[in-house]
Nanobody
C-alpha cells in the first residue's frame, strides 16, 4: 500500500551535518506517524525520532538538540536534519511510516550514515 525511499546518507566527519529524506508513495494519504530509526553493527534497531501528522515530535535522548525531524505533507516526505554528528551516530538509518487505522507499518530499505572521527 505504501512504499518508502530514503536518501541523503553518506560519509561525514565528526561535527558535520547530513539531511536524510524519506519519500512516501502509494497510499501516502493514509499515513499518520513517521519516524526514523537506526541500527549500528551488532546492536538492536533503536528509535531516533518520530513525528505525528499534527507535528508533535519525539526524540531519543542521545540525539536531542542535534537532530530535527520534520515533514512536508504536501510532498509526502519526511526529513531528518542531523547536526553535530558523532562517530556513535554511525548506523543504517531506516524510515518508518504508520497508520493505526489502516494497519500499516512500512519501512524503507535503509541508508548508511558513517561519521568519521
Amino acid at each position: 500500500q505504501v512504499q518508502l525511499v530514503e536518501s541523503g546518507g553518506g560519509l561525514v566527519q565528526a561535527g558535520g551535518s547530513l539531511r536524510l529524506s524519506c519519500a512516501v508513495s502509494g497510499r501516502a494519504f493514509i499515513i499518520t506517524d513517521m519516524g526514523w530509526s537506526r541500527q549500528a553493527p551488532g546492536k538492536q534497531r533503536e528509535l531516533v525520532a518520530e513525528i505525528t501528522s499534527s507535528g508533535t515530535t519525539n526524540y531519543a535522548d542521545s540525539v536531542k538538540g542535534r537532530f530535527t525531524i520534520s515533514r512536508d505533507n504536501a510532498k509526502n516526505t519526511a526529513y531528518l536534519q542531523m547536526n553535530s554528528l558523532k562517530p556513535e551516530d554511525t548506523a543504517v538509518y531506516y524510515c518508518n511510516a504508520r497508520s493505526v487505522t489502516f494497519r500499516v507499518d512500512s519501512w524503507g530499505q535503509g541508508t548508511q550514515v558513517t561519521v568519521s572521527s
